[in-house]
């Protein structure tokens, strides 16, 4: 019976770790934008078989995610796992920097953004393999191409961050840096219209790519928004 319990509680306790795996992964692909408001993530059988995890370690991923808000379970036909509306704003409510941010200009958000990024560079760097460096390749030479479309260029140097910070270990970090971005992103429109600079955002984007191949810390962005 000693054996039994000593063997729960260390399912137990390896189980949560994973979970918390899961919610982090699941929370780095909302708040970075590659999945949308509403969008149907599976049911919990199809999250199960996706990470390769038990029934209850599902659950308990599930549960963290609703906690943060960042996700809704719906029972029933048609249920399932559902992201939830404007994530964004709800990691910013949770977080409790919703009011302040509202009246934020974009250049400021940027200059947030930049400072956390050799950090984010630098962590990603300890972790990376090729495929993430030749993902992020891709990415730069694409925003190289659709550099005379604003539009198109930002929603691609938004992309680049996402990557580099789905390499990051640090769950803080990342899930700051995503919502920065994540915030950015829902007014790339407006962001195309101000000042942005995207020749110097190129290269500092060439220089975050190097950085993270070359496992060193790369410098932040310097693009400006007016």
Known sequence: MVAMRAESRSMLAS???RAEAVARDLEAEILGG??????RLGTKDDLRQR???AVATVNEAVRLLEMRGLIEARPGPGGGVFVARSSVRVALKRSGLQATWGAARFSDCLVVRNALEPIVCHDA????GEDDVAAMTKLLEQMEAEADDRVAYLALSMSLRRRVAKVSHNAPLQSLYLTLVGYL???VDRLASGGFDV??????????VASVAKAAGGPGLVAQAA
Do not use: I, K, N
């Open 125 to 128: 760097a300890s972790y990376h």
């Open 15 to 17: 189980r949560v770790p």
């Open 199 to 208: 020749q110097a955002d190129l290269v500092s984007a060439r220089a975050v």
């Open 185 to 187: 992103e829902e007014s």
């Open 34 to 39: 590659r999945v949308t408001s509403g969008e």
């Open 51 to 53: 990470f390769g995890v």
